[in-house]
């Protein structure tokens, strides 16, 4: 493997010093990549469409439709579940500094307008 991907994510790491979410548990992981994978069946059934429609007939119908139908129900329940798990971890940071004191975040010099 090369090293410009890790290369890479130290810079953005450097560029972001805190996490924008929580970490990713092992579901989330997986309900994400079902999406993602969803999502490439579904843009590959569309760009395929007349092939599919001429060889499969009502077939390339029903998978079209359950592609959407998997895709309505699994992106809301994951979007629910990612945000139940952001908020948990923001609730724990925050715990984490009320800790220490910094519940107020860190003070900016006051800047003058003139």
Do not use: C, H, N
């Amino acid at each position: 493997m090369s090293a410009w991907p890790a290369r890479l994510a130290r810079r953005i790491a450097a560029l972001v010093p805190a996490p924008l979410a929580a970490p990713e548990s092992r579901a989330l992981w997986r309900q994400r990549r079902g999406v993602l994978v969803a999502l490439l069946l579904l843009a590959g059934v569309s760009l395929a469409w007349q092939g599919l429609a001429i060889t499969f007939g009502i077939f390339a119908s029903a998978l079209f439709t359950g592609l959407l139908t998997y895709l309505g129900v699994l992106v809301p329940l994951w979007l629910y579940a990612k945000w139940r798990a952001d908020e948990e971890w923001l609730e724990e940071q925050l715990g984490r500094s009320e800790e220490i004191g910094l519940v107020d975040g860190p003070q900016l010099p006051e800047q003058d307008d003139a």
